[in-house]
């Protein structure tokens, strides 16, 4: 069975930096593409980051480019979203998700995803 913990979230202020983490059971993440999603109240989902299975490179929506960083552990199975420069439109629950067969093009899809946490809330207070 494949879960996937998230944990880190919390309440914080504009200009805050918060770490969200998330730990795979039943899946390798170096074998899977993994990647956060946000979606806000009342507001579509939004891709957030990603890392292609198999390789290093990292992707990023570029509402947090420069500000967000995506990062992978293998030995620990978890992923990481440090996110710096917290705006109170970053407020959103957060959610990890990996697949083991989305293609490059699609990453940035949700419904390209077959696992998912179950979420965390980040909420940016000005």
């Known amino acids: 069975q494949v879960q996937l913990v998230e944990s880190g979230g919390g309440s914080v202020q504009a200009g805050d930096s918060l770490t969200v983490s998330c730990t795979a059971s039943g899946i390798t993440f170096g074998t899977h593409t993994v990647a956060w999603f946000r979606q806000a109240p009342g507001m579509d989902w939004e891709y957030v980051a990603s890392i292609f299975r198999r390789t290093t490179n990292k992707y990023y929506a570029d509402s947090v480019k420069g500000r967000f960083t995506i990062s992978r552990d293998n030995a620990k199975n978890t992923m990481y979203l440090q996110m710096n420069s917290l705006q109170p439109n970053d407020t959103a629950k957060y959610y990890c998700?990996?697949?083991?067969?989305?293609?490059?093009?699609?990453?940035?899809?949700?419904?390209?995803?077959?696992?998912w946490g179950q979420g965390t809330q980040v909420t940016v207070s000005s």
């Open positions: 998700a990996a697949s083991g067969r989305v293609i490059f093009s699609n990453q940035n899809n949700k419904m390209g995803y077959e696992y």
